[in-house]
């Protein structure tokens, strides 16, 4: 009011007055929205972290207080995060029970194993016929790095070099499309890989066919680097099914095992 009356003595129209307080308003809204965003956009990354270093394990619970507490934030951007997470295929949200991580069956894992090799091939062939020097010599790099962390035995170390490289690969690709899809997949996968590349010698044999796959992509030969980088990944999915198997974890998410091909008496 005071404004207003102020706005009279010195001959303001008061209705440019009241346009002036709409628009500071509009902007504070503007302003708090961004930063909730950018909140939930953290809450989402922190939380998909979480779960791809296993600390939240397939079927976990993720508990909504406990997370607003360690992040000092309200639940709300904690709930909105699992929203996020949950359309990426990583959480699944079940009516009173809340926010689990998502787990997937035995079945789940190898059709997203299968899906991940038949894009595989595509992808060697568009990184074999586009990729620059510049990243050739980074995935050199990172095969380098990959025989160091294996003769280390150090699976966490590889795990990270191993996602840097097919990251790396399908960026050459020049097709943004697909490399999303993949990275989508392999994040799905990641919490059941570890399986895999940690058994029975599989970072070794692991980045043995890395190298396969770069020569291949370094001779700018298409169609063998399209069938390696499909037989890595089919080969990814054999090695984990064959861990599972060895340590007594086949059965995942109270699936029944298929049927063996063995005559019935």
């Known amino acids: ?5 102020t706005a009279v003595a010195t001959g303001q129209r008061p209705s440019a007055i009241v346009d002036k307080e709409r628009q500071k308003r509009r902007k504070c809204r503007q302003m708090q929205g961004q930063n909730q965003e950018s909140v939930v956009d953290r809450l989402e990354r922190e939380l998909e972290d979480l779960i791809l270093k296993g600390e939240y394990g397939p079927g976990d619970r993720i508990k909504e207080n406990a997370l607003a507490a360690r992040f000092g934030v309200s639940r709300a951007p904690v709930r909105e995060a699992c929203r996020l997470l949950q359309r990426s295929g990583l959480v699944d949200i079940v009516p009173n029970q809340g926010a689990l991580v998502r787990a997937l069956s035995l079945h789940e894992i190898v059709n997203l194993f299968d899906i991940r090799g038949c894009l595989a091939r595509l ?37 990270e ?44 044999v692991s980045n043995v066919e890395h190298r396969t796959i770069l020569a291949a992509v370094e001779r700018g030969d298409c169609t063998k680097a399209g069938i390696e980088l499909e037989k890595h990944i089919l080969n990814g999915r054999d090695r984990f099914i064959r861990a599972m198997s060895a340590t007594g974890q086949l059965v995942l998410n109270n699936e029944i095992p298929a049927k063996s091909n063995r005559k019935r008496s």
């Not at 097709?175 to 970072?203: P, S, V, W």
């Open 1 to 5: 009011m005071g404004r207003l009356l």
């Open 123 to 159: 992808a060697g062939e568009q990184a074999a016929s586009s990729v620059t020097r510049e990243q050739l010599a980074k995935l050199r790099t990172l095969v380098v790095e990959m025989d160091e962390a294996s003769r280390d035995a150090n699976a966490a170390r590889y795990i």
């Open 161 to 204: 070099l191993n996602i840097a490289f097919h990251a790396h690969l399908y960026e050459a690709t020049g097709n943004g499309r697909l490399a999303a899809l993949d990275e989508q997949m392999g994040k799905e996968l990641r919490i059941y890989r570890r399986h895999g590349l940690a058994f029975g010698g599989g970072l070794a």
